[in-house]
């Protein structure tokens, strides 16, 4: 990377300092962020297996996205609130939300099958760059309850293409609001790069609304978790926003719908593939010898059985009735809606075999 990027890791698992962000963890919470890449790297696959097998509609998947994720996650608060794209399946993981719950969403099975105020993680959002705008009116609100928390909003560096994505910049600078933008600049916003979406590096943006943006090695799990740690304080402490650029990789396609050879090399995908970040955690465990062999058996087997329930339920999952999609169209009843209803179900029964 040539342009400076706070890390703590490097890519040979060797750990370094850094002036401003510090990070001090014993070897049990260094075993627990491990288990947690393995873990949500074997569900994210899971997905885009399931995907393939016709038992779900799309999959975006994180392959390489891991340290980003859960290093950022696992900085915040169980009070503080998140707003997630549609890829943060690591921030869900560590916000308690049951992966099930997500593959429900991707099969149709239900719109958001978990309520997000019980554990402050918001719905997916699919329309790219509206959840930063969510997220900076949740924390102006916040700010004026005087509530002793902060706002995280995830997006990608395709995102920052997007009007909403500068409104909600604009409108947190001006309102001191304590909110942290967390972008994923994975490099590929589907197939376009970044040469294609920016002429500057994207943290560098912050300061045209004035505050601060930093780049982190978004492949360092311990530099995602402290760099995050710290700009979410800074917002608690009143201080106002920041963004953070985690500089990573989509080592996969953008979506199960997406082919990612069309646009990019294989030369490319190896670089970073050498820079995977579950590699580069394990390679310091096993250097300072805080994991051994059966440490790692046993995390390999919970993620094997992690992935297992997941594939059992979904392949169990009922399917909804689908004239509830009538249920929500307004607040109370409607005639028209009533109507359409009841011929949709006529419709419904009319495929009924008789006797069954």
């Known amino acids: 990377m040539s342009i400076p990027c706070v890390q703590l890791l490097t890519p040979e698992g060797v750990r370094v300092e850094h002036p401003e962000y510090k990070f001090e963890a014993d070897a049990g919470e ?27 509609g799309l999959w975006p998947s994180l392959l390489g996205q891991e340290a980003a994720q859960v290093g950022s996650a696992r900085a915040a608060r169980a009070t503080d609130y998140v707003f997630p794209s549609y890829r943060e399946h690591g921030v869900a ?15 149709g099975v239900s719109h958001g099958s978990w309520n997000p105020d019980e554990r402050n993680f918001h719905l997916y959002t699919l329309v790219i760059g509206s959840q930063t705008l969510h997220a900076t009116g949740y924390a102006m609100g916040v700010a004026k309850d005087g509530a002793d928390m902060a706002v995280m909003a995830y997006f990608g560096d395709g995102a920052t293409s997007q009007g909403d994505v500068s409104e909600a910049f604009n409108f947190a600078a001006v309102s001191d609001a304590p909110v942290v933008f967390f972008c994923q600049n994975n490099q590929w916003a589907i197939s376009e790069s970044n040469e294609k979406q920016t002429r500057v590096p994207l943290h560098q943006r912050a ?34 926003p920041t963004l953070i650029e985690a500089y990573t990789y989509r080592m996969g396609a953008h979506t199960t719908s997406d082919d990612p050879t069309r646009y990019r090399d294989s030369a490319e995908v190896a670089l970073w593939e050498a820079r995977d970040p579950i590699l580069r955690l394990r390679t310091h465990l096993e250097a300072e010898g805080l994991a051994d062999e059966a440490f790692f058996a046993a995390v390999d087997a919970e993620a094997e059985a992690a992935g ?24 109370g009843a409607h005639a028209l809606v009533d109507e359409e209803r009841d011929e949709f179900t006529a419709y419904q029964a009319s495929f009924a075999v008789e006797g069954s």
């Open 93 to 107: 993981w560590c916000r308690g939300v049951d992966p099930l719950a997500l593959m429900e969403v991707f099969r």
């Open 308 to 331: 297992r329930r997941v594939r059992e339920k979904v392949r169990t999952m009922p399917d909804p009735d689908r004239s509830l999609m009538f249920r929500h169209t307004y607040a």
């Open 207 to 240: 300061q045209g609304f004035g505050f601060p943006g930093i780049r982190v090695d978004g492949n360092d799990v311990l530099a995602c978790l402290a760099v995050t740690r710290a700009a979410l304080e800074r917002a608690r402490r009143g201080e106002g």
């Open 30 to 56: 260094l075993r627990d962020l491990y288990r947690d890449l393995v873990v949500v790297r074997r569900v994210d696959g899971e997905g885009i297996a399931l995907q393939r097998q016709g038992e779900l």
